[in-house]
Antibody
Framework: EVQLVESGGGLVQPGGSLRLSCVAS????????MNWVRQAPGKGLEWVSY????????YYADSVKGRFTISRDNAENSLYLLMNNLRDEDTAVYYC????????????WGQGTLVTVSS | EIVLTQSPGTLSLSPGERATLSCRAS???????LAWYQQKPGQAPRLLIY???TRAPGIPDRFSGSGSGTDFTLTISRLEPEDFAVYYC??????????FGQGTKLEIK
């Protein structure tokens, strides 16, 4: 069974930093691209970032480009999101999500971790 | 960026009725990259349909997807009580940004 477990969320002041982690199990982690997707309170889903299995390809949404850094450690079956210079509008539940294939897209999601940016 | 617009924003129906949800794209893209998700309160989204029309494993056959180009549809043939939720379309094409529609809330009438 595919499992994705996020951690690292919490309350941070504007301008601060936070590092999210996602531990994967139940599949060969290195064989899959991964994404971060967020959801502001009461709002819809927003794609944040993508990383290929080998880390050779990385993409970001314009809203986070230059502030967030996605990375992964295949030996540790872990995905990360380093968030710098956080803004109020970054407040959201952040989901770690597996991309099954180019056709399927995202097929599995973690339970999410809440990031609150507030003074 | 491909903008996805879902309609209606809220759909009020009764169990047993048929639901038709629309997703319109700002520009045409390959239907292979269109997915539909269901999200219930406090839960992560669940994949329903990928490739515009293929049901994900374990998804009941009352859910169906169709469409191409810029117009896509999710149909639920006979609503069950557990189907009342928010539904999102999502395009994950060859080039980012990958985008989601704003969602359609399916509520019990």
């Amino acid at each position: 069974e595919v499992q994705l477990v996020e951690s690292g969320g919490g309350l941070v002041q504007p301008g601060g930093s936070l590092r999210l982690s996602c531990v994967a199990s139940g599949f060969t982690f290195s064989g899959y691209s991964m994404n971060w997707v967020r959801q502001a309170p009461g709002k819809g889903l927003e794609w944040v970032s993508y990383i290929s299995g080998s880390s050779s390809t990385i993409y970001y949404a314009d809203s986070v480009k230059g502030r967030f850094t996605i990375s992964r450690d295949n030996a540790e079956n872990s995905l990360y999101l380093l968030m710098n210079n956080l803004r109020d509008e970054d407040t959201a539940v952040y989901y770690c999500a597996r991309r099954y294939s180019s056709t399927w897209g995202i097929d599995s999601w973690g339970q999410g971790t809440l990031v609150t940016v507030s003074s | 960026e491909i903008v996805l617009t879902q309609s209606p924003g809220t759909l009020s129906l009764s169990p047993g009725e048929r639901a038709t949800l629309s997703c319109r794209a700002s520009q045409s893209f390959t239907s292979s990259y269109l997915a539909w998700y269901q999200q219930k309160p406090g839960q992560a989204p669940r994949l329903l349909i990928y490739g515009a029309s293929t049901r994900a494993p374990g998804i009941p056959d009352r859910f169906s997807g169709s469409g191409s180009g810029t117009d896509f549809t999710l149909t639920i043939s006979r609503l069950e009580p557990e189907d009342f939720a928010v539904y999102y379309c999502h395009q994950h094409g060859s080039s980012p940004p990958y985008t989601f529609g704003q969602g359609t809330k399916l509520e019990i009438k």
